[in-house]
């Protein structure tokens, strides 16, 4: 099941179970949507893997199933996280 992990990990901005704006890879790594796409090019600076838009849990599962409340914040190196991107871009296996 997922976190659903309260804040982005590089810039710290909340993102709340309502929140359109969350992103995260496969490793539940959770970043706000500009970070994800416009600053790390959906390629997630600690495992490689793509982002996904995350959904939001109803009103009534986050009720049984509460959020996670436990903040993540680890901004990333950006030279290194841009050589990531250019690395796993330049070899996807992803053909269009």
């Given at each position: 099941?997922?976190?659903?992990?309260?804040?982005?990990?590089?810039?710290?901005?909340?993102?709340?179970?309502?929140?359109?704006?969350?992103?995260i890879?496969?490793?539940?790594?959770?970043?706000?949507?500009?970070?994800?796409?416009?600053?790390?090019?959906?390629?997630c600076?600690?495992?490689?893997?793509n982002?996904?838009?995350?959904?939001?849990?109803?009103?009534?599962?986050?009720?049984?199933?509460?959020?996670?409340?436990?903040?993540?914040?680890?901004?990333?190196?950006?030279?290194?996280?841009?050589?990531?991107?250019?690395?796993?871009?330049?070899s996807?296996?992803?053909?269009?």
């Open positions: 099941m997922l976190e659903i992990r309260p804040n982005c990990e590089h810039c710290n901005k909340d993102l709340p179970n309502t929140s359109k704006g969350a992103m890879c496969s490793f539940e790594c959770t970043y706000c949507k500009t970070c994800a796409l416009d600053i790390f090019k959906n390629v600076p600690s495992c490689a893997g982002f996904e838009k995350r959904p939001i849990r109803s009103s009534k599962m986050i009720e049984i199933y509460l959020a996670s409340e436990k903040r993540i914040f680890k901004p990333k190196d950006l030279e290194s996280a841009k050589i990531t991107s250019e690395k796993t871009k330049n996807s296996s992803e053909k269009s």
